[in-house]
């Protein structure tokens, strides 16, 4: 396994654009070297671009990854950091389920408005 990895490297693992991993740099969630002004990302830097893409995908704000980030680097035991993601991953699944239960009552409005008119249809066409 290498040590270091190029923008490209990474964009190409994490299927994303090499804008996205700049914006997240640019954010100060990952820091590369530099030679010249070539990027060189690290282990420590793919590992955070792969907690960053799972957050996203679980549907984290950047502001919650990056608070989640920080605290590995205070806090190596990683304790508060998982007694917080516990915490966050509770509101993140009550947020999810308040949508779902959203999305079933929107479901069923428009099957009840769907059915209004189709018997409007019939009616008015029988």
Known sequence: ??????????A???????RTIRF??????IAPA??????????????????IMRGKRLGFA?????DLLDLYETDRSEITQ???LIDKIDERRDALRKQRADIDATLEELDLLEESCQSELTRKSG
Do not use: A, N
Request: zero cysteines.
């Open 1 to 10: 396994m290498t040590d270091s990895f190029s923008i490209t490297d990474l």
């Open 12 to 18: 190409r693992e994490f299927d994303v654009t090499t």
């Open 24 to 29: 997240y740099e640019d954010q100060g969630l």
């Open 34 to 51: 530099r030679q010249g002004q070539t990027r060189i990302y690290g282990q420590r830097d793919r590992v955070r671009l792969r907690l």
């Open 62 to 66: 950047l502001k919650e990854i990056r």
């Open 82 to 84: 998982l007694t917080i």
